[in-house]
């Protein structure tokens, strides 16, 4: 063993035992945390922790090696100042999230939304982390879930069980689709993250229910660099919901997760999301979660099918591109998004399609609405490659502008390499104005109840595409988000 | 039922309205008239209680409240219509679908349950028929793409569909064609009783011999310059405005 080893082994130990001056975890009551700062040490020390088996490590420090040599990418179009690295921590133990003793102890702001969105007592109790009394226990709820699975022969857990339990599972597909380098923020998620979920269906296998992120982290703060692994095997289908309607406060300005959806054949995935991260001061923008996500799903066997749906409508700055690969034969993608800019929010979201099999389909239906003083971006590639004959993709991007001073932009990219390939595009934008809601109210009906009807019927497409009830809060919750936007 | 004292109203700054006093009672029809920009529709747009209009001075009754402390939807609510000259398009809402929410706001409003969707496409097919609409406008978006003569219609339909006290047509008549125009007209007749009253804004005679004014208001430059009944309506068809406007 020659010296710099030793020396670089001294320095993970002091990471993880806390005795030297620069590095060290301050220990709180609820949680443990690295010292701020990143370095190969850091991305060793949190492998270490979580007794990572050794292929993980060694993911993580090929991503990292990768990533010191890459930069922030400037081309999306939103303007943020640049982040310090350094001044983020990389290692927080799983925090338990503040119990409360009753709703009365919640932010009042939240309260409101509650209402307005006409989430029920038992649910907002959940929801905001309320000690549940016996009416509606989550903990039971979870479990008699997780046996449901269990039986079926699902696999449904954070991704750093799985990593101890399914370590060749989480080893054959880890990485897959989106390679560690992939991108400045995956590789730094692929480095540094500490947490995440796992779910595997097994061949033959319809999932019973909707398998949702939600039971696994409401009592945990939501990491930062979060890591998602889906995998359905042969002739299975599985729905997946991540994140809720209600707001979501994090004391971590950077998000930046990781999604990779793996289909083999003739299985189905389909993934919704709704999110609703702070977004910032209204007035002024500060304080806002940046949200950088890298979705991306593989349709590796023949005839299978990826589905994203979205409905984003917080963040302070969102850059975000689900995607799919048609990588077998008759494979389909669609991507279905909802995304609402207001106060001084940014977003730059929209798919990528990219077409290797023959007879591959797919369909993009992006709505934008962008109120206040936000700017609303769609960015959508649909690539064709030269085997993949008779592809077909229909997409369809309408803005719709609230209010005067908003903006939105649509940038699409075609690449098509073979001549047999159909490729449609549409886009419109429209605008709600100030006659249409007198219109409504000059018949008796609400300023709120017109915007939801406007905005239900603008994003009808992805809205029927949502579980029933997720689309009927996300429907509440664009109107709760617009309504004092429009004039 | 509705008193109009002194109003002075301005939009941006310019008086348009300056001083329209108009007394209306159960069971009458008031028929306004006036050349362009005389300020016809933004009295109607007033009574509605479209935002943009700022009223300087003077009073609104109807039927003893202070109508200009109440928005535009609780004025709907409480009886007051207006059919509007250029109604707006909402694409992406269906037709139907914003009758039965108007339908419903007043339901509501009573503390009544909302109506069974089927009873309410039960109602809305029977006023089609009286309007002669065919079943397709349930179907399509509000006002999306319709004919100048279709929203009229839409608007009468609406109308018929929410039976206010007071109704305001502004130009309902415009844009309407001969058959199209009579059974409009109708329409409005049946509608009638003792009970609620109709304001009519209009520019042509026409429409006043199906449905025939008590009185008829000349507007010009923002204030009633003549009153009188329907053969002031066959004079002014004949004369035009300017023996009105030069009196003054
Ligand atoms: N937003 C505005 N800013 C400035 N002037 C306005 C505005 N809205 C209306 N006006 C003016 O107010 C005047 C009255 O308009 P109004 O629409 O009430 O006329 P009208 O009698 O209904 O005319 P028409 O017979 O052509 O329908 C017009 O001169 C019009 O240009
Ligand atoms: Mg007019």
Redesign the interface.
């Known amino acids: 063993m020659n010296a710099e080893t030793t020396a670089e082994r001294n320095s993970v130990s002091d990471i993880l035992e806390n005795d030297t001056y620069k590095y060290g975890f301050t220990t709180d009551v609820e949680s443990e945390t690295f010292a701020k700062g990143l370095s190969e040490d850091v991305v060793r020390a949190i492998s270490a922790k979580k007794k990572e088996p050794a292929f993980m490590l060694d993911f993580r420090l090929r991503a990292f090696a990768k990533w010191k040599t890459m930069k922030a990418p400037k081309w999306p179009n939103v303007r943020y100042p640049s982040i310090d690295f350094q001044n983020i921590s990389y290692y927080s133990a799983p925090k338990k999230k503040k119990q409360l003793q009753s709703l009365d102890e919640v932010d009042p702001e939240v309260m409101r939304t509650f209402e307005k969105l006409g989430i029920p007592l038992d649910e907002q109790k959940k929801l905001a982390n309320v000690a549940v009394d016996a009416v509606f226990d989550s903990v039971s709820v979870a479990t008699t879930h997780k046996k449901k699975l269990m039986e079926a022969g699902i696999i449904f857990c954070p991704i750093s069980e799985a990593l101890a339990e399914y370590p060749e599972l989480v080893e054959q597909y880890l990485g897959t689709v989106v390679p560690i380098g992939d991108n400045f923020y995956a590789a730094l998620n692929s480095a540094v993250f500490t947490d995440g979920s796992f779910v595997y269906i097994p061949p033959d296998t319809i999932s019973p229910m909707e398998i949702s992120t939600y039971f696994r982290i409401n009592t945990e703060e939501t990491g930062q660099f979060e890591r998602t692994l889906i995998i359905c095997a042969e002739n299975s289908y599985v729905s997946y919901l991540e994140g809720c309607t209600a707001p979501q406060f994090d004391t971590n300005q950077l998000h930046a997760a990781v999604v990779e959806l793996i289909t083999l054949e003739n299985a189905e995935i389909k993934y919704s999301t709704v999110q609703n991260w702070y977004a910032g001061d209204k007035e002024t923008g500060k304080g806002g979660v940046y949200n950088f996500v890298t979705k991306r799903g593989k349709c590796r066997g023949d005839n299978s099918k990826i589905s994203w749906t979205q409905v984003e409508t917080g963040s302070a700055i969102t850059w975000k591109y689900p995607s799919c690969i048609l990588q077998g034969d008759n494979t389909s993608g669609e991507f279905y998004s909802v995304a609402l800019t207001n106060g001084y929010m940014q977003a730059d979201t929209g798919t990528k399609m990219i077409h290797l099999g023959k007879n591959t389909r797919s369909s993009i239906i992006s709505k934008g609405i962008s109120a206040d003083h936000s700017s609303n971006s769609y960015r959508g590639q649909v690539k064709v490659g030269k085997n993949a004959t008779n592809a077909r993709n229909y997409s369809q991007c309408d803005s719709m502008l609230v209010g005067g001073k908003s903006s939105a932009h649509t940038f699409p990219y075609i690449e098509a390499a073979n001549r047999s390939v159909q490729i449609e595009h549409e886009a419109s934008t429209s605008r709600i104005s100030e006659e249409q809601l007198f219109y409504f109210e000059s018949r008796g009906i609400s300023r709120e109840n017109a915007i939801e009807a406007v905005i239900s019927g603008f994003c009808k497409e992805v809205f029927k595409q949502l579980p029933m009830e997720f689309a009927v809060e996300a429907q509440k919750l664009l109107t709760l988000k617009l309504e004092n936007s429009v004039g | 039922m509705l008193e109009i004292k002194n109003l002075h109203a301005r939009v941006d700054g310019n008086e348009i309205l300056e001083g329209i006093s108009l007394t209306v009672k159960a069971g009458e029809i008031h028929a306004v008239m006036g050349p362009n920009g005389s300020g016809k529709s933004t009295l109607a747009k007033i009574l509605?209680?479209?935002?943009?209009y700022e009223v300087a001075d003077g009073q609104i009754l109807f039927e003893k409240n202070n109508l200009l402390e109440m928005?535009?939807?609780e004025?709907?609510?409480s009886g007051i219509?207006?059919g509007?000259q250029y109604?707006?398009e909402?694409?992406?809402?269906?037709n139907a679908?914003?009758l039965r929410?108007?339908f419903n706001?007043?339901r509501v409003?009573d503390g009544e349950e909302e109506i069974d969707p089927l009873d309410f496409d039960e109602l809305l097919s029977e006023k089609m028929k009286m309007l002669k609409m065919e079943n397709k406008y349930k179907e399509r978006?509000l006002n999306d793409g319709f004919s100048g003569g279709e929203k009229k219609k839409n608007e009468i339909l609406?109308m018929a569909i929410?039976k206010p006290k007071l109704a305001i047509l502004d130009e309902t008549d415009s844009g309407l064609d001969i058959d199209a125009l009579r059974t409009v007209a109708e329409g409005v007749n049946s509608l009638r009783n003792e009970k609620n009253a109709l304001i009519l804004i209009t520019h042509y005679q026409r429409l006043l011999d199906y449905i025939k004014p008590d009185f008829v208001h000349v507007l010009h430059k923002g204030k009633i310059v003549k009153s009188g009944d329907k053969a002031l309506a066959i004079e002014l068809e004949s004369q035009g405005y300017d023996w009105v406007t030069t009196e003054n």
């Open positions: 509605s209680g479209h935002p943009s928005d535009a939807e004025r709907s609510l219509f207006m509007f109604p707006v909402v694409p992406g809402v269906n679908e914003f929410m108007a706001a007043r409003r978006n609406q929410l």
